[in-house]
């Protein structure tokens, strides 16, 4: 019964918070209407999800949070180094393809995701078969410490999480 009223509990909290954050006043009719929408569109897009992955450990996600967001600010100041104070000729751009052990199609786009938002990388592209992920990064003069810390970093803690 509560599965039928609540097929996507965390993506209801979610809109809940986004939606507070989006009307940047908490007031009791905007907490209705977010908890409306959070209770509304998991329930329309439910059957879009027939096989929604399990979520292995909340300690894990919110780990995984903090890290990417700690990434996201070292890589920020990283990144103005290099646009401040490195010369066109001293970068080292490179394409990187990472060999993938995540299979949750889930899993591989928060991975995706994750170094897209991070400054200085983006994702550009899954191979078709999903076991390697192309990464272009703005410097990187050594692309195999590059793929080995994404991998170590990122896709573990994601393979915990997912699978």
Not at 115 to 141: E, F, W
């Amino acid at each position: 019964m509560l599965r039928k009223i609540l097929p996507h509990p965390f993506l209801t909290l979610l809109l809940i918070v986004v939606w507070q954050m989006l009307v940047n006043k908490v007031t009791l009719g905007n907490l209705v209407l977010g908890a409306i929408l959070g209770l509304i569109i998991p329930l329309v897009t439910a059957p879009y999800w027939p096989n929604r992955p399990k979520l292995r450990s909340l300690p894990r996600i919110v780990e995984y949070i903090f890290i990417a967001l700690w990434d996201i600010c070292v890589a920020n100041v990283q990144v103005a180094y290099v646009i401040l104070f490195k010369s066109n000729a001293n970068t080292h751009p490179a394409w990187i393809s990472i060999p993938l052990e995540l299979r949750s199609p889930e899993a591989i786009t928060v991975l995706a995701g994750t170094i897209t938002m991070t400054p200085g990388t983006v994702s550009s592209d899954v191979a078709a078969d999903g076991r390697s992920l192309l990464v272009h990064c703005l410097d990187a003069p050594d692309p195999d410490s590059v793929r080995d810390g994404i991998k170590a970093r990122y896709e573990t803690r994601l393979k915990e999480i997912f699978e």
